[in-house]
Structures are given as C-alpha cells and as structure tokens.
C-alpha cells in the first residue's frame, strides 16, 4: 500500500485514527454495513459483537472487490449510543485491530437517532483505495 498519512507539524498525535491520508490508484467505497450476518440476520444485540461483525462485513465486501484493510483510507462510523461507544472504547478497538489490523486511516464517529435496521447499533461506511 502506498499511501501517506497526513499529520501536521506540531499536532498531538491521533489514537485510534489519522488526521489525513493521500494516496492513488482505483476507488471501491463500501456502503453502509451493519452488524448482521450473510443473511441479515443479528446474531447479538451487544454493541461489541456488532461492531465486531460490521468491520467482517466490511472486509467481505472489500474482499470481494479485490481489496483489503489495508486500502482504507475513509471511516464513517454512525451508532446509536455514544455512551456504549465510549464506556466499552477498548473493547471496540480490541475488535478492530482483529478484523481491520493496525491500520488506522481517517475517522469519524457519529451519534444518531437510528438506524433503518431496528436491531442495528453500528453501521459503517468505508472508502478505499487500491494502488494502480
């Protein structure tokens, strides 16, 4: 992966996410994943187990685009209960550095109101980027 992560001069160094990342090569964006299953179906209420399971389907879909973690270069992470995002924080990156690795490109988290999936807590969009 050929890519530069952006972090101006003087900044505090990020935990978890980039400032900023430039890279090159052929787009895939990922739309929208939940926590569910191949089958859509929710296998866990847990906010844990669906982020869990919404960073596979994004690999899946990655995968089959002939991509992997490592071309991300964009996360949108839209959930439901910010207090459940941040009070379970290490659990939440323990399941991400096991399905996405130590990559860490730009993020954004956002709390909303819901999700159109009733059980969803988590949904995830992804830009990529795969080298030419």
Not at 102 to 111: D, L, N, Y
Request: aromatic share 8%.
């Amino acid at each position: 992966m050929t890519h530069q992560i952006i972090q101006p001069e003087g900044w505090a160094k990020p935990i978890g996410y980039s400032n900023g990342i430039s890279t090159r090569g052929r787009i895939v964006q990922v739309g929208g994943q939940v926590g569910w299953d191949e089958n859509c179906e929710f296998q866990s209420d847990d906010f844990v187990d669906q982020v869990r399971q919404t960073l596979k389907n994004v690999v899946e879909v990655l995968k089959a685009a002939e991509a992997g973690p490592e071309h991300i270069i964009q996360m949108t992470w839209y959930f439901t209960d910010r207090h459940a995002y941040k009070s379970r924080m290490k659990e939440v990156g323990a399941a991400y550095r096991e399905t996405i690795g130590r990559h860490f490109p730009p993020m954004a988290a956002v709390q909303v109101v819901a999700l159109m999936e009733d059980r969803a807590k988590i949904e995830i969009q992804v830009l990529a980027v795969v080298p030419d």
